[in-house]
T-cell receptor, first 111, second 111 residues
Framework: GESVGLHLPTLSVQEGDNSIINCAYS??????FIWYKQESGKGPQFIID?????DKRQGQRVTVLLNKTVKHLSLQIAATQPGDSAVYFC??????????FGTGTQLKVEL | DGGITQSPKYLFRKEGQNVTLSCEQN?????MYWYRQDPGQGLRLIYYSQIVNDFQKGDIAEGYSVSREKKESFPLTVTSAQKNPTAFYLC??????????FGPGTRLTVL
């Protein structure tokens, strides 16, 4: 099966700086990855996804990079804002239509 | 508006009591999921259902039960057999692919 892990439990950045949140996965056959954002006391929200036939995908202020060689993906947030403060999870297919989630990185934005 | 609703938002129960958490979706999604989240942890799968009248155990099903009598509804019962039920419970649904849409969650506290 798949296991997914995030590199840092907490990341602090200054407002306006770029944030980079990292994630590693174990199954080289995984073909799809999702990043979720979870604000305190709420359910996770979809941010962006990427398929394994891509190395990079961009959204609004977010970019996901996928390095299949080292089984690593990252979420980059440009010009981090206070509203970006949340826990960020990466997720990968866990067999069937299930997802396996990482433990999450708490992003703290300092003013 | 389409979405997933969970009720109640907060739930308190005494030890030894069963309690049922509600999850309803009007997205016409076939698959539904229940997750448990503990502080500082990722999401762990309790039960999932890919179609009406069918469901499968996830990674931590012991002490929980579910039913899927209607496409829109996937209630979770936390039984007295669950040794440590205090947690944040999240319901999700998907159209059959990997992307899952989450409800706002129910925080269960055992007194």
């Amino acid at each position: 099966g798949e296991s997914v892990g995030l590199h840092l439990p907490t990341l602090s950045v200054q407002e306006g700086d770029n944030s980079i949140i990292n994630c590693a996965y174990s199954n080289s056959a995984s073909d799809y990855f999702i990043w979720y954002k979870q604000e305190s006391g709420k359910g996770p929200q979809f941010i962006i996804d990427i398929r394994s036939n891509m190395d990079k995908r961009q959204g609004q202020r977010v970019t996901v990079l996928l390095n299949k060689t080292v089984k690593h993906l990252s979420l980059q947030i440009a010009a981090t804002q206070p509203g970006d403060s949340a826990v960020y999870f990466c997720a990968a297919p866990g067999g069937g239509n299930k997802l396996t989630f990482g433990t999450g990185t708490q992003l703290k934005v300092e003013l | 508006d389409g979405g997933i609703t969970q009720s109640p938002k907060y739930l308190f129960r005494k030890e030894g009591q069963n309690v049922t958490l509600s999850c309803e979706q009007n997205l016409n999604h076939d698959a539904m999921y229940w997750y448990r989240q503990d502080p500082g942890q990722g999401l762990r799968l309790i039960y999932y259902s890919q179609i009406v009248n069918d469901f499968q155990k996830g990674d931590i099903a012991e002490g929980y039960s579910v039913s899927r009598e209607k496409k829109e509804s996937f209630p979770l019962t936390v039984t007295s057999a669950q040794k440590n039920p205090t947690a944040f419970y999240l319901c999700a649904s998907s159209i059959g692919g990997y992307e899952q849409f989450f409800g706002p969650g129910t925080r269960l506290t055992v007194l």
